[in-house]
């Protein structure tokens, strides 16, 4: 039987930890809902997985035990804080890492793949001591200990765990939705991709977002951008540059945006006048359960517009969005768009991977963009 999340954190709290950050993962199940409700933790979500760290040593600075949970995929994230940060002024924070792509099991989705082979061999570069958890009440207890006697020594220590060794401890799952807004991620997709021409380049961040471009309309120029969360609108703004004969759509996340919000400032200052950069706010992270964001409260328009973006608006309303993709459409960017949305999906939402991998995705669209006139139009 997986140990449940908070019996985990109870055993955490009663070591001593009071401070958890960090960024969600599926593999977490409900810990970091469980760590905001119990007592005795400041739970704070972070935007990355860099900045969970940097909490985390303020939070030991003050003379507290903090924690912060990760996926693999974002250890690269930490690696400046980690070792610049914590191992040379011997700051010491436990990370609970969870690691997806492991060669030992089965498949998982190919942007994990290099990150999955290669995480245990990076902690060991780097010198810092880690254990696989065995998903039992006894293994953390072992190395909840082993954690104590390193913070004595101000090092950090890793527990590494697999698929299936969290359990949530509610019987019934969180309501899928947020009923507040009333535009689906899917419905945002078709009303803009309607708008557009047939020839726009279309990137798309990691998660859901992606998973319903490619359900409403996969085509040869859509780009889907599988990993690295973050990451889209630089991906987006590079091409814009690149390409500035063609209209560039970004379709991107609150989560996304967060992740690296320094990219908004790349972007302005670059301001490729060929881009429209579309948020999709559903305030969490749903692809790897529902856990919050940060964006209910931060402006990510204005946050834009103070960036240097020629235009930025908030929309709730399809009409709205219609009208504000026109104007974008008609005049010269950068353009963003923040649109609120539902946590709704299809209960089968298809994988990109099911008919891509990474690699033929990007020779596909390649293709595509520099073929230009050879592909036929999708007729709406």
Known sequence: MPIQTNVLLSKLRTAGYSLFSGVPCSHFADLFDEAARQPGFLAIPAANEGSAVALAAGAVLSGRRAVVALQNSGFGNIINPLTSLLMVSEIPVLLLLSVRGHPDEP??????TIMGAKTMALLDLLSIEWRDFDGTDTGADRAIARSDELFRKGAPFALLFRTGQLSSCNAVKRPPGTIDYGLSVGEVIETICKQI????????????ISR?????????????????????????????????????????????????????????Y?????????????????STGGQLSTS???????????????????????????AVTQQCLRTSGP?????????????????VTS???PLQNKSTFQRALHNRGSEPATAW
């Open 296 to 322: 209910r409260t931060s402006s990510l328009d204005s946050v834009a517009s103070a960036c240097g973006y020629r235009t930025a608006a908030l929309c709730k309303r399809s009409d709205h969005l219609i």
């Open 197 to 208: 021409d047939s020839d726009t380049l279309i990137i798309s961040t990691s998660g859901f």
């Open 212 to 268: 319903e471009l490619f359900r409403v309309w996969d085509r040869p120029l859509n780009f889907y951008v599988q990993g690295s969360l973050g990451h889209c609108g630089a991906v987006a703004a590079g091409l814009a540059l690149t390409a500035p004969a063609r209209t560039v759509l970004a379709l991107d996340g609150d989560g996304s945006v967060l992740m690296h919000m320094g990219a908004l400032s790349t972007i302005g």
């Open 335 to 351: 353009h963003f768009i923040v649109c609120k949305v539902n946590r709704l999906h299809p209960s089968r939402l298809p994988r």
């Open 355 to 357: 008919r891509y991998s």
């Open 107 to 112: 498949a998982d989705e190919p942007q994990h």
């Open 270 to 286: 670059a301001s490729p006048n060929n881009l429209i950069h579309l948020v999709l706010d559903n305030e969490g992270y749903v």
